[in-house]
């Protein structure tokens, strides 16, 4: 961490719904030098969180490159209405965000972190986006691949027992020390579940390497789609995959914040050097890649 670090919060636009403003912490390194051509992170949290939680500040303020973490549409301080299904607006809320960095400071996305839901969203954004095609590193932790999965997760059964009891499902969830109610109704679970994840599979970009983070005790998202993903992304040229399973980790890698932290930026320094290839990371943070 640099000395004359500076964090400031920003309050973007949303150009599909402009009562809404995008709210993020942008993390520079040197903020009085020139930020046009610079390269930043961006660091995407999962369902009902937010930009600080779990391991996103911890990874921001570590990070050898700027970074801009928000809270998507919905969620903490970003208005709008929160839907359980409806990832095409976290699309919308990515490239608002990459828009207005590039405007406003001439930054150049090179890296994505997603956890969970922030995950699925960036895979396709990476996918189908421009700018997503130009990033060259992606973090995947935790992230989805089987859908429907979700109907057979604990949360997923309280959900379908209480829609089909009431017709929608009341969620209280605790985000940022406050409490949160949402409904969930039954399209919203169907538009998830129908999301499609089998384009990584033929188009993922070629040169993006990517780095798998999967809790073996994750009991919301199975550790197999991890596997899954890193047989989609481990044949692509020059791009690499690289699967680290932690044991005894939950789907918010709960107590393992810092091993989560150190894990990304020893990849990401390893493949800084040039000396990143695909495979397994065995043995913990410490491992070799």
């Known amino acids: 961490m640099t000395a004359d670090r500076a964090s400031t919060k920003l309050f973007i636009p949303h150009p599909v719904d402009p009562s809404i403003r995008i709210v993020g912490i942008l993390e520079q390194l040197a903020p009085h030098e020139a930020t046009h051509g610079r390269k930043i992170a961006l660091i995407l949290h999962g369902t009902m969180g937010h930009k600080d939680y779990l391991f996103q500040k911890r990874l921001a303020l570590k990070l050898p490159l700027d970074s801009f973490r928000f809270d998507f549409r919905g969620n903490h301080e970003t208005g709008g209405k929160w839907k ?8 919308e809320d990515i490239q608002a965000v990459v828009d207005f960095l590039k405007s406003r400071y001439g930054y150049v996305v090179d890296l994505l972190v997603g956890h969970s839901r922030g995950s699925i969203a960036s895979f396709r954004w990476l996918s189908t986006s421009e700018d997503g095609k130009k990033v060259s590193g992606f973090v995947n932790a935790s992230g989805r691949y089987r859908m429907a999965k979700i109907l057979e997760s604990p949360a997923g059964s309280i959900w379908q027992e209480q829609i089909a009891k009431n017709g929608f499902y009341t969620w209280k969830v605790t985000v940022a020390r406050k409490e949160v109610t949402a409904k969930i109704f039954p399209e919203d679970l169907q538009e998830f579940v129908n999301w499609d994840t089998s384009f990584v599979w033929d188009k993922f970009p070629q040169g993006i390497d990517v780095l798998t983070l999967h ?3 994750d009991k919301t998202v199975p550790p197999y789609d991890a596997l899954i993903y890193a047989r989609a992304l481990s044949d692509r040229k020059p791009g690499t995959h690289t ?4 044991e005894d980790a939950d789907h ?3 107590g393992r914040q810092d091993d989560v932290v150190e894990a990304i930026l020893q990849w990401w ?3 800084v050097k040039g000396e990143i290839r695909t495979g397994i990371w065995v043995g913990g943070i410490k491992g070799k890649l």
Do not use: I, P
Not at 84 to 91: E, N, P, R, S
């Open 252 to 254: 918010n890698f709960t």
């Open 243 to 246: 699967l680290h399973l932690m």
């Open 269 to 271: 320094d390893v493949r």
């Open 215 to 217: 809790g073996l005790s």
């Open 84 to 91: 359980q299904g409806a990832l095409t607006d976290d699309l």
